[in-house]
């Protein structure tokens, strides 16, 4: 098997980033559609539209429908061919930036990324998550190319709210967890190939940094400020998971995500909260040390990423089980990346995993 390594063209990071977009997006255009979330537009809109003028590139501005789903993407695919543009800016968060990314392929033009927030590994990769108009996880999209070029402002980032560097610490946290378990398997990359041991060492990196780092990056952003702990966390959450994920593969954690979007109970929670949790399950269905877990709990629980169903607003009562049995089923399903697991997964394995996990995470809290 071949090993394969992708990645952007151009990864930029640092304080005031937006202010240069105009200067990397001349590189690929003169006259771009540019989707944008409705807080980045009142945050960013006109510092990138000044940047943009700076270096005549015209523009359309669209604010973006809120989620990622196949009529989202066709309706900003017909208002990009309708204003002829010949390349695509997302701005924004998460579901943002893997919209831009579908319209982008969908017209067979290049792209720039530039997250407002780091609550995902979505900026780098060459793949979507696709959800339905209600906000239910319904599949992947696989692109050939990864974006042309991602562009991080960190000084927008550390203002955002702390809840999503949070999120997207738990979306990285999985990273590690992953590919180990994809690479003890022989399984092919997220995208085919053979596993590098860089795309190993980027995985375990990305793990460290956010144990060494996490904690004092979410207490800078708490008041609105970057250090070289936040830089650090959010090279870690953009880049080195999102090469990571992509040049491995994901397994376990993220398939309990996909299951637990089955919950509308679970929609409030952000994409790396519920992945967080994933990780947990995943390590349970492993039965991993109970140092690795120890270790995993208290860093959950430091940062703030939830460790039991209740914390993701899965509620006791007579219909737990059934609701917990969905979940399970729901992640074991054809196609999903648990089956990435070095072993045979059923959803009754998942079941009792999800369960375990929560007792255990109960346990740890009180």
């Known amino acids: 098997m071949l090993k394969v390594i992708q990645s952007p063209a151009k990864y930029i990071q640092g304080p005031d980033a937006l202010c240069h977009i105009g200067k990397y997006t001349k590189t690929i255009a003169d006259h771009v559609f540019v989707i944008i979330g409705n807080s980045a537009m009142k945050l960013v809109g006109n510092t990138v539209h000044s940047s943009l003028e700076e270096f005549d590139v015209t523009s359309h501005f669209e604010v973006f ?32 930036q893997d919209t831009a990314k579908a319209v982008a ?12 927030i ?15 108009d209600d906000g239910e996880y319904e599949d992947y999209l696989f692109f050939p190319t990864n ?9 927008i980032i550390a203002k955002a709210p702390t809840r999503f560097l949070i999120a997207g610490i738990g979306d990285a946290l999985a ?11 022989h399984k092919p990359r997220t995208t085919g190939g053979g596993i590098s041991r860089i795309a190993m060492a980027l995985c375990h990196l990305c793990y460290e940094t956010l144990l060494e780092e996490g904690y004092k990056a979410k207490l800078a952003v708490e008041v609105g400020v970057s250090t070289p702990a936040v830089e650090n966390v959010i090279e870690a ?8 994920f992509e040049n491995t593969g994901i397994a376990g954690a993220h398939s309990v995500h996909n299951g637990l979007t089955v919950l509308e109970e679970c929609h409030h929670m ?10 947990l399950v995943q390590l349970v269905l492993e039965n991993s040390p109970n140092e690795e877990l120890d270790t995993l709990l208290d860093f959950c629980v430091q940062i703030g990423l939830p460790i039991t169903l209740d914390q993701l607003g899965v509620k006791d009562g007579e219909k737990l089980k059934e609701k917990v049995m969905a979940v399970a089923e729901a992640s074991c399903a054809e196609g999903e990346t648990i ?3 070095p072993f045979e997964v059923t959803p009754e394995k998942v079941y009792a995993a999800i369960l375990t996990a929560d007792r255990m995470g109960r346990d740890w809290l009180y």
């Open 147 to 155: 974006p042309d070029i991602v562009l991080i402002d960190t000084s």
């Open 105 to 116: 392929h969908e017209s067979k033009l290049p792209i720039l990324i530039a997250p407002t």
């Open 339 to 341: 089956h990435n697991m």
């Open 175 to 185: 990273t590690y967890f992953e590919a180990r378990v994809c690479h003890a398997g």
């Open 237 to 244: 959450i953009t880049y080195l998971s999102g090469l990571g």
């Open 270 to 279: 952000y994409h790396g909260e519920k992945v967080a949790f994933g990780v």
């Open 65 to 96: 429908g809120g989620e990622c789903s196949r009529n989202e993407i066709q309706r900003l695919s017909d208002m990009l061919k309708k204003h002829e543009c010949q390349a695509v800016i997302g701005i924004g968060g998460g579901k943002v």
């Open 118 to 132: 780091a609550s995902t590994n979505a900026p780098t990769s060459a793949l979507s998550v696709v959800y339905t």
